[in-house]
């Protein structure tokens, strides 16, 4: 390849949207990871991750959602590859949650489709769940999951099919030219005017057995968000932190014996992306058959695996899309909060825009690092 004209550093699944968005426009783009991508070093992998019209974060998330699932299906006929699982995403808490009441008032103002299930027709309909009184559900039924490695693989593949190129093993210490930094929980290191602003956020994920595969299977059982406490009855815009919004997660089985659960409320942050990958005693506890029991019914408090996910979360848990402060040249993805990877394909659309001085499909206005 000749000189390239835009950089990409970092190809977790936002820079390797970037890349595929880059080449597609026919720029010469090469892209940088320190690992080999796919990799379980940052917050892209964990073999299943959500993707939601029901956008609880605000409004300004709506569009950017509903333009990356036309990109996630593009991707799928430009690679051949099924990509997308739809199974229904149910959100649980009581009436006056912030996560419930956040998500069902963009879905009236936006016009997107849900259901909402009072208490008796949540437990009738989807008895995996431990329901208390008092508890509602809101279903969004376009919902589903992507394998985040397998979504990694098929824009880097579609990029160098396009043009790209792909150097892994190597991490570049200097920005120089027209770049797009996307490196995750690296992104202070990187670009050290923007440290202040992020903090790194551990989280784990486990998976654990099922007494009744059918009954988990994706056809039966949505996956799911259960509302913290911490965060009832709260403005969203002061709890934004999955360890204040989210009690736990869950996706169905997809291997016919295990469901992957997951407790932001054991979050914590830590100084460095480079972490002991080992369960900590904290996150073991709350795989204790009694916090299983409290919310679903026949799951075995046996992990047969367990992953550690790192969030690069922003103050206000927004976006950080578009050039830092006297940085033209430089195009900053970050602060994705734990709630970004669904949108990965219209993030990259947007940076491929921005890198290359052309107007962006949607306004980036609310995620511009001015604010901060």
Same mark, same amino acid.
């Given at each position: 390849?000749?000189?390239?004209?835009?950089?990409?550093?970092?190809?977790?699944?936002?820079?390797?949207?970037?890349?595929?968005?880059?080449?597609?426009?026919?720029?010469?783009?090469?892209?940088?990871?320190?690992?080999?991508?796919?990799?379980?070093?940052?917050?892209?992998?964990?073999?299943?991750?959500?993707?939601?019209?029901?956008?609880?974060?605000?409004?300004?998330?709506?569009?950017?959602?509903?333009?990356?699932?036309?990109?996630?299906?593009?991707?799928?006929?430009?690679?051949?590859?099924?990509?997308?699982?739809?199974?229904?995403?149910?959100?649980?808490?009581?009436?006056?949650?912030?996560?419930?009441?956040?998500? %069902? *008032? #963009?879905?009236?103002?936006? !016009?997107?489709?849900? /259901?909402?299930?009072?208490?008796?027709?949540? &437990?009738? +309909?989807?008895?995996?769940?431990?329901?208390?009184?008092?508890?509602?559900?809101?279903?969004?039924?376009?919902?589903?999951?992507?394998?985040?490695?397998?979504?990694?693989?098929?824009?880097?593949?579609?990029?160098?099919?396009?043009?790209?190129?792909?150097?892994?093993?190597?991490?570049?210490?200097?920005?120089?030219?027209?770049?797009?930094?996307?490196?995750?929980?690296?992104?202070?290191?990187?670009?050290?005017?923007?440290?202040?602003?992020?903090?790194?956020?551990?989280?784990?994920?486990?998976?654990?057995?099922?007494?009744?595969?059918?009954?988990?299977?994706?056809?039966?059982?949505?996956?799911?968000? %259960? *509302? #913290?406490?911490?965060?009832? !009855?709260?403005?969203? /815009?002061?709890?934004?932190?999955?360890?204040? &919004?989210? +009690?736990?997660?869950?996706?169905?089985?997809?291997?016919?014996?295990?469901?992957?659960?997951?407790?932001?409320?054991?979050?914590?942050?830590?100084?460095?992306?480079?972490?002991?990958?080992r369960p900590r005693p904290q996150e073991l506890a709350m795989l204790a058959q009694e916090n299983i029991d409290a919310i679903l019914s026949g799951v075995l408090a046996e992990p047969s695996?367990?992953?550690v996910c790192l969030y690069d979360n922003s103050p206000d848990g927004d976006f950080i899309i578009g050039s830092p402060p006297g940085r033209p040249e430089l195009t900053v993805l970050g602060?994705?909060?734990?709630?970004?990877?669904?949108?990965?394909?219209?993030?990259? *659309?947007?940076?491929?825009?921005?890198?290359?001085?052309?107007?962006?499909?949607?306004?980036?206005?609310?995620?511009?690092?001015?604010?901060?």
């Amino acid at each position: 390849m000749a000189e390239p004209e835009v950089t990409v550093v970092g190809l977790g699944i936002m820079g390797s949207c970037t890349l595929w968005q880059l080449a597609a426009r026919g720029v010469r783009a090469v892209g940088y990871d320190r690992f080999v991508p796919p990799h379980d070093q940052g917050a892209s992998h964990g073999h299943s991750r959500m993707l939601r019209r029901l956008q609880f974060e605000g409004d300004q998330y709506v569009a950017l959602a509903d333009r990356a699932y036309e990109l996630w299906r593009q991707l799928e006929r430009e690679t051949g590859r099924p990509l997308f699982t739809r199974t229904g995403l149910l959100i649980i808490g009581p009436g006056d949650s912030q996560l419930i009441r956040g998500a %069902r *008032e #963009s879905a009236e103002r936006c !016009g997107q489709r849900h /259901e909402v299930l009072d208490t008796a027709e949540l &437990r009738e +309909r989807y008895p995996q769940h431990r329901v208390a009184e008092g508890e509602i559900g809101l279903l969004d039924p376009e919902a589903g999951f992507v394998s985040p490695e397998e979504a990694i693989t098929a824009a880097l593949d579609r990029a160098c099919a396009l043009g790209a190129e792909v150097r892994i093993g190597k991490a570049l210490e200097k920005l120089e030219g027209r770049t797009v930094a996307a490196p995750g929980t690296w992104l202070g290191a990187l670009v050290p005017e923007l440290a202040q602003h992020i903090s790194i956020e551990r989280h784990f994920f486990a998976w654990l057995p099922v007494r009744d595969p059918a009954a988990y299977a994706p056809e039966r059982f949505p996956m799911w968000i %259960r *509302e #913290s406490s911490a965060a009832t !009855g709260r403005p969203i /815009e002061e709890s934004h932190q999955h360890s204040v &919004r989210i +009690r736990a997660f869950g996706f169905p089985t997809t291997d016919g014996s295990r469901v992957k659960v997951g407790f932001p409320v054991t979050g914590v942050r830590v100084d460095t992306p480079e972490v002991d990958r080992r369960p900590r005693p904290q996150e073991l506890a709350m795989l204790a058959q009694e916090n299983i029991d409290a919310i679903l019914s026949g799951v075995l408090a046996e992990p047969s695996d367990f992953s550690v996910c790192l969030y690069d979360n922003s103050p206000d848990g927004d976006f950080i899309i578009g050039s830092p402060p006297g940085r033209p040249e430089l195009t900053v993805l970050g602060g994705f909060s734990g709630h970004g990877f669904k949108h990965a394909p219209a993030v990259g *659309e947007i940076a491929a825009a921005l890198a290359t001085g052309t107007q962006p499909p949607l306004d980036v206005s609310p995620w511009s690092p001015l604010r901060l």
